[in-house]
């Protein structure tokens, strides 16, 4: 089992990445020379560089969070009232499995008496279906604040890989896969962030921790180069203006909800590619953020750039990315760390 499957398969919704801590503390100890959780529950790692005079302390961010679910509440019939914990699209959800703490459960549609006038069943009037017969059944198998999670298997899907939460335990097997290469001129400080779908949380709380001079989040975003239904079926795979394109290489983001990024920096990991021949694309829509939104405004101003895989269907429970765009991903970070100096990303 690879390092992404056994990510992906864990539960690990905000607060309570648990499962998903102990496997990367497991798999980046032989391969760092510090190693420590801190009191909000990031994995804080250093691997210490080889160059013996003024290398760049350079912090790689991934989150371990994933969307979810937690329990809020029971119906008499047994049934669970649930919250979402990050950005979950409520249409989705009717008649999914999900896992509920160590349970199977189902989430179904409010009666149609209670339900008329919503064009769009709101998340407060689905319930969970775990098999109890009675509220206090219910309450004895899944307490209050219960993780829930949606119950999916990672596998193959033609050419694409398949799985859960790959937002962004993609990134979180990609940072463990650069940290057991090496070695590296720079000191990689790695940061493996707790609630980034909640307020990009845990990474505030590293990057004054770690105090790196520039950073990089390895991230997911979303590829949304899926064919228009409505388009001319002979020209189904040209989508205008996907914001990214699976098999496309991977994603370097000049701006995002969250930061405007160093226009160094972006120069850096773009010409790092291009020198190193490996396929690359651009974000083209400005939507979204992540944790390099936390981290550039931290400790007076940390240079940071986002470099993403892209991913269809992120917040769902199943989304797809391909092996080669890994790949290429993990190879740019490593070419990242191998050539990065001060003139890389200070502006003056």
């Known amino acids: 089992m690879t390092i992404l499957e056994s990510l ?38 250093r691997k210490q560089g080889t160059d013996s005079t003024s290398r760049p302390r350079v912090m790689l961010d991934a989150h371990m969070d994933e969307v979810g679910f937690i329990v809020t509440g029971y119906d008499g019939d047994g049934t669970l009232h649930f919250e979402s914990v990050g950005g979950i699209d ?59 999670v949606f119950d999916s298997a990672y596998g193959q899907l033609g050419y694409l890989l398949r ?12 940072l463990v896969d650069v940290l057991a290469g090496g070695p590296y001129p720079c000191d990689v400080l790695a940061a493996f962030t707790v609630q980034e779908e909640v307020g990009l949380r845990g990474a505030q709380v590293a ?5 790196p001079d ?17 388009a001319d079926p002979d020209d189904m795979l040209t989508t205008p203006n996907p914001t990214c394109r699976v098999n496309g290489g991977p ?36 939507g ?25 269907y992120i917040h769902s429970p199943i989304s797809l990315i391909s092996q080669q765009d890994y790949d290429h991903t993990v190879k740019l970070v490593a070419a990242l760390l191998r050539d990065v100096t001060p003139e890389a990303y200070i502006l003056s």
């Not at 690990?12 to 801190?38: K, S, T």
């Not at 950073?215 to 949304?224: G, I, K, N, R, V």
């Open 207 to 211: 990057a004054r921790a770690l105090q």
């Open 90 to 148: 409520a249409r989705i959800l009717p008649g999914l499995r999900v896992r509920v703490g160590e349970l199977s459960g189902v989430i179904l549609w409010a009666p149609i008496h209670k339900n008329r006038d919503q064009n769009v069943t709101k998340i407060s009037a689905l319930r969970i279906d775990i098999g109890a017969m009675s509220k206090a059944d219910a309450r004895a198998k899944a307490p209050l604040g219960t993780m829930i």
């Open 8 to 45: 992906s398969n864990a539960p690990g919704i905000a607060g309570q990445e648990d499962a998903v801590r102990d496997l990367i503390v497991e798999a980046i100890q032989p391969y760092v020379d510090e190693l420590r959780v801190d009191a909000m529950g990031n994995v804080l790692a």
């Open 251 to 286: 994603v370097i983001t000049l701006m995002d909800s969250s930061i405007i990024v160093n226009p160094r920096l972006v120069d850096f990991v773009r010409g790092t590619a291009e020198r190193e021949e490996i396929p690359h694309q651009f974000k083209t829509r400005r």
């Open 288 to 312: 979204g953020g992540n944790d390099a939104g936390a981290i550039h405004v931290q400790n007076g101003g940390v240079p940071a750039a986002t470099i993403s895989l892209p991913a269809r």
């Open 214 to 230: 520039v950073a990089l989040s390895l991230e997911t975003t979303t590829a949304s180069d899926i064919p228009d239904p409505v």
């Open 163 to 174: 799985g859960k939460a790959f937002d962004d335990r993609a990134g979180c097997a990609m």
